[in-house]
């Protein structure tokens, strides 16, 4: 098997790895600013701060519905390094348009700046769902068989990596210096897509279909009756309803239950991205380059070990003093602190070993001529997931129910997935 880390001496999968990790650091850094700006300098309230949230996350989403059978059509039948170039030279005009909104809303024009913002948000969702299909289905014709799985993990590694600098940058980087940074990362994605090798059609021609509706429907129903495929994408799909539930009450949990400032939510995203990579490496280190849902199962399960574990840690949590959120030193400083901030790990550890295999069945499965529209289906899916996560989230918030009892939802979900992931193995392994 070829060492996973050699493939980034290779031309024909190091400018992929690069231009993909800089889109989601571009992708990660600008949301990071724009929503901790929002909840710590123009909100004050714990509900508007999670209707925020939802609504950035809905907006993100949204695209996915809409263009993702239209991207995989579209990267099956053209040159996938041509559109990544289209997609790349389509951030720069974005993050125009972002920087303008947080500049905006850094000089005072709050309403005008977030507007601004968040149509930049549903256009870096558009962004996405083209780039999506593309950046596993280029890697069957890349990537020799044995090199997928490894391949995947480095691009999953990549991506909760750029997750981890954003983050970082997002917490810590002044409104205007990151207003410079998205423009300046967008660029230098765009240069350094063009070094991608072509990876052209290959079998017959489509006919792309440009209805939205009608396009995904097909595409869906083309995909689902491929038993392995069927089970693979509903269990990413349910994990990823488990990640929009995390994803929408973890900046909230942070500052209204925890009552940390950003700095503190910023360590422990970079800490949960840090431990999503260890996880996509170190699956691929137990499977040695085979793709399999065997330890699938195990994962998930102590995935939501983890997140009761975490519940209960939140529970009781001493607050900070009225008018004031724990700073890094004086939160690590709290006994229960260091063994929270383990447990985080655990989830994010779990959930990587869980998931990437799941992107290998997709990519593995069918030919190398529809591995685009696959990916796709799958985005198109999940997107319905955490459309039903996040809206399941504005539910249960109306019901009464507190951020540390949601983390009990996603804990209950964890068994489903499981379920799932062993029908999985069982049907191909």
Known sequence: MHNALGLLKERRF???????????????????????FAIYKIFADPKLEQNFTALATALGILPFFLFSALAGQLADTNDKAKIIRIVKTAEILIMIVGAGGLLLAWTGYSTVGL???????????????????????ILPQHLHEDEVLGGTGLVESA???????????????????????????AVVGWLVSFKVPPAAREGKELVVNYNPFTSSWRLISG??????????????????????????????????????????????TALFSIG??????????LLKGHTSAKYAPASVLAMGGFVVLFSLLVRGWPVAPVGT???????????????????????????GMFVVPLYAFLTTTVSKDETARTVAAN????????????????????????????????????PVSAWIAWKLHVACD
Do not use: E
Not at 276 to 285: D, E, H, K, M, T
């Open 14 to 36: 190091l400018p992929l790895f690069v231009t993909q990790f800089l889109g989601a650091l571009n992708d990660n850094l600008f949301k990071t600013v724009m929503v901790q």
């Open 276 to 285: 999503v990579a260890v996880g996509s490496v170190l699956i691929n280190s």
């Open 159 to 185: 991506t909760y990596i750029a997750i981890l600098l954003g983050t970082i940058l997002g917490g810590f980087m002044a409104v205007q210096h990151a207003a410079i940074a998205v423009l300046t990362i």
């Open 325 to 351: 959120l724990y700073d890094l030193a004086s939160f690590i400083a709290i006994p229960r602190a260091i063994l929270l901030v383990s447990v985080l790990m655990g989830i994010a550890i779990t959930g």
């Open 379 to 414: 985005n198109v899916v999940n997107a319905g997931a955490m459309t039903i996560g996040a809206l399941g989230v504005q539910g249960l918030t109306l019901l009464g129910v507190t951020p540390d009892n949601m983390l009990l939802v996603v804990a209950a979900m964890c």
């Open 115 to 137: 507007v601004m913002m968040l149509f930049s948000t549903l256009c870096l969702g558009i962004h996405s769902a083209f780039f999506g299909p593309i950046k596993y289905a």
């Open 223 to 268: 995909t689902m009756h491929i038993r392995r495929l069927f089970l693979a994408i509903c269990a990413i799909s349910f994990f990823w309803t488990m990640g929009s539930i995390l994803i929408i009450v973890f900046l909230p949990l942070a500052k209204n239950v925890l009552t940390a400032n950003n700095h503190v939510f910023t360590l422990m």
